[in-house]
């Protein structure tokens, strides 16, 4: 069982920055898959970014191409969302999940309130 712990999240303005962290426990990191959703009030959760095990492979949803950055720090069970150049229709919950691919197990960390304000 593997748990996930968000941080980071606040409110800011458009065009500012927050890093977000997701620090993982109860599993071997490094053969996880990480990745970023997020869920805007009265919307479905969607897929922002993945991160390959090694973290040389990364992989973004159209709208934050360019402005968001995912990593992972093996090392450290952590994987990071560097958010740049926000908006307000960034405004969501934040949420890290962690996937071993062809065996069925994912994990969902709670969640981080991210606030873009216009």
């Known amino acids: 069982q593997v748990q996930l712990v968000e941080s980071g999240g606040g409110l800011v303005q458009a065009g500012g920055s927050l890093r977000l962290s997701c620090i993982a426990s109860?599993?071997?990191?490094?053969?996880?898959?990480m990745a970023w959703f997020r869920q805007a009030p009265g919307k479905e959760r969607e897929f922002v970014a993945t991160n390959n095990r090694s973290g040389g492979r990364t992989t973004y949803t159209d709208s934050v191409k360019g402005r968001f950055t995912i990593s992972r720090d093996n090392a450290k069970n952590t994987v990071y969302l560097q958010m740049d150049s926000l908006k307000p229709e960034d405004t969501a919950v934040y949420y890290c999940?962690?996937?071993?691919?062809?065996?069925?197990?994912?994990?969902w960390g709670q969640g981080t309130q991210v606030t873009v304000s216009s």
């Open positions: 999940n962690a996937k071993r691919i062809g065996l069925g197990m994912s994990y």
């Open positions: 109860g599993g071997t990191f490094s053969l996880y898959t």
